[in-house]
């Protein structure tokens, strides 16, 4: 009985490996041999689904009002802007990822020992 076991169960386990690895890595075959193929939908009105979204959100937008009166209150020209002014600081080396005081890469990317990188 426990030989039976040693056998039956990792060939249980391979054969929901496999069945695992079907359900979620492989594509599904309705969608063709092409990974980069795109299906063009049309509509009733024979324009394209894709990119209808973004056309009825643009039109949304271009039909937006804004009230410019709400800069001219005083209660938003109240306003304090506690913003702090970043210090101008040193640039740092042009290769970050070149060794310190090591070879450094030239323009077409062979090492030289002659060209040595500024700290």
């Known amino acids: ?22 359900f979620m ?24 689904v ?3 979204d973004l056309i009825v959100t643009l039109s949304k937008l271009k039909s937006l009002v804004l009230d410019e009166t ?14 702090t002014s970043i210090a101008p600081q040193e640039v740092g080396r042009t290769n970050p990822f070149s060794p310190i005081g090591g070879l450094s890469a030239s323009d077409n990317g062979d090492f030289s020992a002659d060209k040595k990188v500024k700290n």
């Not at 009985?1 to 391979?14: R, S």
């Not at 709400?70 to 913003?83: A, G, Q, R, T």
């Open 70 to 83: 709400f800069f001219k209150d005083p209660v938003f020209n109240s306003l304090n802007d506690f913003s």
């Open 25 to 48: 890595f492989q594509k599904d075959p309705s969608s063709g041999n092409s990974a980069l193929a795109v299906e063009s939908k049309v509509a009733d009105g024979g324009q394209s």
């Open 50 to 52: 894709i990119g209808k």
């Open 1 to 22: 009985m426990f030989k039976k076991n040693k056998v039956i169960l990792p060939a249980a386990l391979i054969i929901l490996a496999f069945i695992g690895y079907r």
